[in-house]
């Protein structure tokens, strides 16, 4: 694509970012195929070519972001599918970054929008302050209906309220800064990202990949004052929230990896570990902290692939008879490229494993998607359900929080993380979703054959 910046503007090491990128582009509109918000909606400016279309022009022409503009960035999951699918090795993740915080910088939202984005940005990256937000929930639940009907923002604190979990789970044990021992003679040592909306709305899933990796002679590090990762206000634009959370991850992290060292960081939202492996480029322009950054980004593993690294998945229990239908977060698929690894683990493990209908199209949570664009939402989620019930499995397994609870609302299949199945068939203890479904292990072989 041909660009006409000036020297001027291609100073900003962000545009100049951003116009690289625009270079690449080639019009070839592979990228319409597998894009989730074109594929609803047909419009030639909700594909990434179009989208792209837009960008190109705000940001050559140095112009404020206009309505319309901001309306179709807006409705971008960032998928990432378009980056997957595109022979040109245009990097979109970029480029609808920079994008989203020029228009934060210069548009100007409606009231009810920019309300609904301070109360995310305020709220999700604050573990203490969003239990508080779900206690909330909880009494405004029978409210659903009214609050819907009110124009702008109705349909958005609706859509908080019907995701919000019911009962919400209780406090981990192991909340906050600790060192879990490994058992027997230590292999390694990681740092596990404790996160802000996962621990809140599903602890078991770090409990999980605790024990299953202390179990393998891993020592495992909670790090003091880790804190959000930026994930969760990067996406909305918020460049410089975003940019303050990462910075305070980067240094509890450092201060371990100076200390007595670590192996990896291990995470188990993949919407997080899509971020923090971006760290490097993130910083690469900040003296100070370039190179932390990507000496973070650089050890930054999603638990898959560090569970795969160490060959110790030695199934404890018969769970042959389980089919699982395995969903691939996008975050997990496009944002890193992991595709094989935790289908292969559940394998080893005992379970049967399926693969989804359409797995490259997005569920249609992607971060604060679900509440900023409810009604796009769940029409994805509905084909993803549809898709996943199309496999008859008896479970679900994924590697995201934000796909486990926007698909959890869509189904009565169990949804659970692929750490908690691989735990439970290694020696823990059933996943509570598991249980309260009435699933369970079948009896080991060797009970089996001495009982016939």
Known sequence: ???????????????RESEKILRTCVHCGFCTATCPTYLLL?????????????????????????????????????CLSCMTTCPSGVHYMHLVGHARAYIEETHTRSWHDRLVRTILAKVLPYPNRFRLALMGATLGRPLAGFLAAIPGVGPRLAAMLSLAPFPLPGRAASDGAMVHAAQGERRGRVAI???????????????????????AGIEVV???????????????????????????????????????????????????????????????????????????????????EYVTSLKIVDPARDVSHLTVAYHSACSMQHGQQIRTEPKTLLKKAGFVVKDVPEGHICCG?????????????????????ANIERTKPDLIATGNIGCMTQIGKGTDIPIVHTAELLDWATGGPIPQALEAAGIAERAPRRARAAAE
């Open 42 to 78: 047909g419009d030639e400016l909700d594909s990434p070519r179009g989208r792209i279309y837009l960008m190109k022009d705000m940001l050559e022409n140095g112009k404020p972001a206009t309505a319309e503009v901001v309306k179709h960035v807006d409705r971008c999951l960032s």
């Open 193 to 215: 990202l404790q996160g802000c909306a996962q621990r809140v709305l599903d602890p078991g899933i770090n409990e999980a990949t605790v024990r299953l990796l202390t179990r």
């Open 222 to 304: 909670q790090a003091k004052d880790e804190g959000c990762c930026g994930a969760i206000v990067h996406h909305m634009g918020r460049a410089h929230d975003g940019h303050a959370l990462a910075k305070q991850a980067i240094e509890a992290w450092t201060r371990e990896i100076e200390g007595e060292g670590l192996d990896a960081i291990v995470i188990t939202a993949s919407g997080c570990g899509t971020t923090i492996k971006d760290y490097g480029f993130m910083f690469r322009d900040d003296p100070a902290w370039a190179d932390k950054a990507a000496r973070v980004s650089a050890l930054a593993r999603d638990v898959s």
């Open 1 to 15: 694509m041909q660009t006409n910046f000036t020297p001027e503007q291609l100073a900003d090491p962000a545009m």
């Open 365 to 385: 949570s992607a971060g604060t998607y679900n509440i900023l664009q409810p009604e796009i939402a769940a029409q994805l989620r509905a084909r993803k359900v």
